[in-house]
């Protein structure tokens, strides 16, 4: 602070030439030259720690913000609770390119029932299924359409070579598809393979299951007539 040598008044340094100008105009006084270089100094100081956009507390906080926000970005992309549609509900729609070249949109399949698979061809659970499941598609694929959707989950990157290989050794002769943005597993809730839903004519979920199929085909069989009859 700094006395005004006109007015009396107590002002603080970075403001003392401008109260001279505002105050005191027509005064005869050089408010710049009343201050002493000691006092100026405490100026130029004082706005440069005032420059400061962030002080070492406050990068802290900005730092664990970032954090907190980039962890519950992460959750709702990974969403390690898998949250998806249950029993009774109709399944989302999604549309997807097929192995093959082709495209498929759920919605498109509202004439029959769907058995709709998420495997991973390097899932041993899942290899173990694809030599149950053809069983299931000679005796059902003239009235139930049979899709299943890659979604990569473990080992090396799969691509529509290795998918396409993998039907044909198994003979698992209907749709793959790869879900490369991983949106249509999101949606379903997958967490973990095989995951298989049985759809009924209208797309409403009749059934969930979750690993191999308990009974083998027996299983499949069952949800597959309880989804023909409704």
């Not at 004439?111 to 991973?120: A, G, I, K, N, T």
């Not at 041993?124 to 890659?150: K, M, N, Q, W």
């Not at 943005?181 to 049985?198: D, K, L, N, Y």
Request: glycine fraction near 6%.
């Amino acid at each position: 602070m700094k006395k005004c040598p006109v007015c009396g008044a107590s002002v603080k340094l970075e403001n003392f030439e401008k109260h001279g100008r505002n105050q005191h105009p027509r005064e005869e006084v050089d408010f710049s030259t009343a201050i002493t270089k000691a006092e100026r100094r405490k100026v130029v100081q004082s706005e440069a720690r005032s420059r400061r956009t962030v002080t070492p507390g406050g990068f802290r906080i900005v730092l664990v913000v970032a954090t907190i926000i980039a962890i519950i970005v992460a959750v709702a992309i990974i969403n390690p609770f898998r949250v998806g549609p249950g029993v009774g509900q109709i399944a989302p729609d999604f549309t997807l390119d097929t192995t093959d070249g082709n495209r498929i949109t759920l919605y498109d399949l509202r004439d029959r029932p769907v058995l709709l698979e998420f495997m991973d061809v390097d899932c041993p659970a899942c290899i173990a299924e694809a030599d149950v499941l053809p069983t299931v598609y000679a005796a059902y694929s003239g009235r139930v359409h049979f899709l299943s959707v890659d979604v990569n989950f473990v080992k090396e990157p799969d691509t529509p070579f290795r998918i396409n290989e993998f039907r044909t050794n198994h003979n698992t002769l209907w749709p793959y598809m790869l879900d490369v943005e991983g949106q249509t597993t999101r949606a379903f809730g997958v967490g973990s393979t095989p995951t298989t839903f049985i759809l009924d004519a209208e797309g409403k979920i009749v059934q969930k299951l979750v690993g191999s199929a308990p009974g083998g085909a027996a299983t499949y069989a069952a949800a597959l007539d309880d989804a023909l009859q409704v």
